[in-house]
């Protein structure tokens, strides 16, 4: 294990020692240099870490290894080293001479352009605080690098101080040994760098959100888009740190599934054409996409009917007592058919025996569909959508008529419980 370390850690050293030869430019800026300078010094510590460990191997254990390579190929790197360490040197000192040397006349032309020259003024953007959280580091990073590393305004020692002040809890005990210096700076964040650059703490943070979804006690639309978020929110995270979760289908749909009510799933398996294949995370996904913004919408409504204003019940005004006067004598004066007792006896008989005698259409079985355990295993929203399907009166469950030609005085309850 030690010695592909040792190998994978000294071929980048000199892999970004050749690189850095072969692309350096005059063009590249103090900031540029600094930062190779920062990546090579880490890539020398690796590589050193991995010498030491193999040295102190071979002379505390009796394995066979190659000692003379390993220190041979070790100082080869080392020499490449300290060859690009002093070119970088070089060339950052050669640049903030010629910063330095500058016309005074030139430089102040410059900053007058660039004080004056249009630019859309958007709102202050910062970073937040960075606590430690290997979650938060992602965003921590490119946000910090954006608005304090890549200013050219700012000098590393107000860099550091910046980094100060962002930071707390364990991400400030990394830096806070770091000198209040220009050098101090680099030492801070590589050090930041170095403790949370850690693809499989990272990689364990996202498996432990996935692994412990909150459970999803009541079916509201809320609870439901927050699930979902979480989960795609974790997909998303790992193929950004190249983990390959094309196959994880099933697993999701499985962690899912556990933290959602009853009667979602019961909605799910009824979207499935064939409840015997496994469905994909896709079809999850839209699925709850569908649910949270049906329950969403029917939240809405209901809320929107609880606040219209109650009926007028009260007396009429002096000034409509005319009117009203008239229209319920018009009322009063027009006949109004109603069937008479006998026949709405024999109406509500031959519809009572035509449900105690028919079959059932969703279970097939000789009973009818208010007995039928399928049914009443439903909740409301699916038994409406399965009467509706089946074509039975919504008021009393018949099939010899539908629900306007219904003259049963009785409505069903199985429909609003």
Same mark, same amino acid.
């Not at 870490?49 to 009796?62: K, T």
């Not at 070119?87 to 004056?116: L, W, Y």
């Not at 409406?384 to 399907?389: A, G």
């Given at each position: 294990?030690?010695?592909?370390?040792?190998?994978?850690?000294?071929?980048?050293?000199?892999? $970004?020692?050749?690189?850095?030869?072969?692309?350096?430019?005059?063009?590249?800026?103090?900031?540029?240099?600094?930062?190779?300078?920062?990546?090579?010094?880490?890539?020398?510590?690796?590589?050193?870490?991995?010498?030491?460990?193999?040295?102190?191997?071979?002379?505390?254990?009796?394995?066979?290894?190659? $000692?003379?390579?390993?220190?041979?190929?070790?100082?080869?790197?080392?020499?490449?080293?300290?060859?690009?360490?002093?070119?970088?040197?070089?060339?950052?000192?050669?640049?903030?001479?010629?910063?330095? #040397?500058?016309?005074?006349?030139?430089?102040?032309?410059?900053?007058?352009?660039?004080?004056?020259?249009?630019?859309?003024?958007?709102?202050?953007?910062?970073?937040?605080?960075?606590?430690?959280?290997?979650?938060?580091?992602?965003?921590?990073?490119?946000?910090?690098?954006?608005?304090?590393?890549?200013?050219?305004?700012?000098?590393?020692?107000?860099?550091?101080?910046?980094?100060?002040?962002?930071?707390?809890?364990?991400?400030?005990?990394?830096?806070?040994?770091?000198?209040?210096?220009?050098?101090?700076?680099? =030492?801070?964040?590589?050090?930041?760098?170095?403790?949370?650059?850690?693809?499989?703490?990272?990689?364990?943070?996202?498996?432990?959100?996935?692994?412990?979804?909150?459970?999803? #006690?009541?079916?509201?639309?809320?609870?439901?888009?927050? =699930?979902?978020?979480?989960?795609?929110?974790?997909?998303?995270?790992?193929?950004?740190?190249?983990?390959?979760?094309?196959?994880?289908?099933?697993?999701?749909?499985?962690?899912?599934?556990?933290? =959602?009510?009853?009667?979602?799933?019961?909605?799910?398996?009824? #979207?499935?054409?064939?409840?015997?294949?496994?469905?994909?995370?896709?079809?999850?996904?839209?699925?709850?996409?569908?649910?949270?913004?049906?329950?969403?919408?029917?939240?809405?409504?209901?809320?929107?009917?609880?606040?219209?204003?109650?009926?007028?019940?009260?007396?009429?005004?002096?000034?409509?007592?005319?009117?009203?006067?008239?229209?319920?004598?018009?009322?009063?004066?027009?006949?109004?058919?109603?069937?008479?007792?006998?026949?709405?006896?024999?109406? $509500?008989?031959?519809?009572?025996?035509?449900?105690?005698?028919?079959?059932?259409? =969703?279970?097939?079985?000789?009973?009818?569909?208010?007995?039928?355990?399928? $049914?009443?295993?439903?909740?409301?929203?699916?038994?409406?959508?399965?009467?509706?399907?089946?074509?039975?009166?919504?008021?009393?469950?018949?099939?010899?008529?539908?629900?306007?030609?219904?003259?049963?005085?009785?409505?069903?309850?199985?429909?609003?419980?």
């Amino acid at each position: 294990m030690e010695m592909e370390d040792f190998k994978i850690t000294t071929t980048d050293l000199i892999e $970004f020692v050749e690189d850095h030869l072969q692309t350096q430019s005059e063009d590249d800026s103090v900031y540029t240099l600094e930062i190779k300078r920062v990546e090579l010094n880490s890539l020398y510590e690796k590589a050193k870490r991995s010498y030491d460990a193999i040295r102190r191997i071979s002379r505390e254990s009796h394995e066979t290894i190659d $000692f003379f390579k390993v220190k041979e190929k070790y100082q080869k790197s080392y020499r490449m080293y300290l060859s690009c360490l002093a070119s970088i040197n070089e060339d950052v000192d050669a640049r903030k001479t010629q910063v330095s #040397t500058q016309p005074i006349k030139e430089r102040t032309s410059e900053a007058t352009m660039m004080d004056f020259a249009p630019a859309v003024h958007l709102p202050p953007c910062d970073t937040d605080i960075f606590y430690g959280d290997y979650t938060t580091w992602p965003t921590f990073r490119d946000m910090f690098t954006a608005l304090y590393i890549r200013n050219p305004r700012i000098s590393n020692v107000e860099r550091l101080f910046h980094l100060t002040q962002k930071t707390r809890g364990e991400a400030r005990e990394v830096i806070q040994n770091a000198p209040l210096t220009n050098d101090g700076f680099i =030492l801070a964040w590589k050090n930041l760098v170095d403790q949370y650059e850690n693809k499989r703490l990272q990689v364990n943070t996202q498996l432990k959100t996935l692994f412990n979804l909150p459970q999803v #006690t009541q079916e509201t639309g809320c609870a439901i888009k927050s =699930l979902q978020r979480s989960v795609n929110n974790v997909l998303t995270n790992l193929n950004n740190l190249e983990i390959d979760t094309q196959s994880w289908d099933p697993i999701l749909i499985y962690l899912c599934s556990s933290k =959602l009510p009853k009667q979602t799933l019961e909605t799910f398996e009824y #979207t499935l054409a064939d409840n015997s294949d496994i469905p994909t995370w896709s079809n999850f996904d839209n699925f709850l996409t569908h649910k949270y913004k049906t329950l969403e919408s029917v939240g809405n409504f209901k809320a929107s009917v609880a606040k219209l204003p109650p009926f007028h019940t009260g007396t009429v005004k002096r000034t409509d007592e005319k009117k009203y006067n008239t229209f319920h004598a018009n009322v009063a004066e027009t006949p109004i058919a109603r069937p008479s007792n006998t026949q709405r006896n024999n109406n $509500f008989n031959f519809t009572q025996n035509s449900i105690d005698t028919e079959s059932c259409k =969703l279970c097939k079985k000789q009973h009818p569909i208010r007995e039928c355990p399928k $049914f009443l295993a439903m909740n409301v929203e699916t038994r409406i959508s399965t009467i509706k399907k089946y074509g039975y009166c919504y008021n009393c469950l018949a099939v010899s008529h539908s629900y306007k030609n219904c003259v049963s005085k009785f409505s069903c309850r199985k429909l609003s419980t």
